[in-house]
């Protein structure tokens, strides 16, 4: 009964629920128009709190393909109680049974050890070394090295040239900060998976 990849309706604690919830346990065969009427509520805000309703199973349309929308017909199938069924953002909480009906799943996003640390890094700044860009990301030489070839894959990674410091020539590397804002997005969207580790969905080359 869980819908997936649905946008949370945020509702503020409202009289008009408990209005359309009484009026539909004194009337358990209701047609939308009358409700509509008698709770004095717009199309819209009642569509939205139906919507859940339906989804949880509290009550069940009896009439499908009904044209205009307010012909529709409704049965109550699970009264409660008293209290309105109250949105929240897993669905809906019964205060009557004290129960929630999960509707909406959270995506667990798992992300990469220390690689958004990078990225950040590497958004914030035009250009660096890998001392440079291991002193921005709080990471040692170590956990970049062993992320590098990875971030080469990314296209993150532009040119470089070379300089000198410390009396030794290194490498400077120019970071594509579109690239970089674009993979940090596809990570906060879930493209890492333990499965895939290397993230080669993600790979430009």
């Keep these: 009964m869980s819908h997936l990849n649905q946008k949370k309706l945020n509702y503020k604690k409202n009289k008009k629920h408990q209005t359309i919830w009484s009026y539909i346990r004194r009337n358990p065969h209701f047609r939308v128009g009358e409700i509509i009427m008698v709770c004095d509520v717009s199309l819209g805000y009642f569509k939205k709190y139906i919507k ?5 199973e509290y009550i069940v349309l009896r009439s499908k393909f009904i044209r205009p929308y307010s012909n529709r017909e409704y049965s109550l199938l699970n009264n409660t109680g008293a209290a309105a069924p109250k949105i929240i953002p897993e669905g809906l909480l019964d205060e009557n049974t004290g129960k ?10 798992h992300m990469p050890e220390l690689l958004p640390d990078i990225l950040e890094a590497m958004k914030t700044n035009d250009s660096a070394t890998k001392v440079e860009l291991c002193k921005a990301a709080g990471v040692t030489r170590k956990k970049l090295n062993d992320w590098w070839k990875v971030i080469e894959k990314l296209g993150v990674i532009k040119d470089k040239f070379c300089e000198m410091g410390n009396q030794k020539i290194v490498d400077v590397y120019i970071f594509d900060s579109k690239r970089v804002r674009e993979i940090i997005k596809e990570l906060k969207n879930g493209a890492y998976s333990e499965d895939e580790p290397e993230l080669r969905n993600l790979w430009m080359h």
Excluded: C, F, H, P
């Excluded at 859940?52 to 949880?56: K, P, R, V």
């Design 100 to 109: 929630t009906i999960v509707l909406y799943e959270e995506k667990v996003v």
């Design 52 to 56: 859940e309703l339906e989804a949880a």
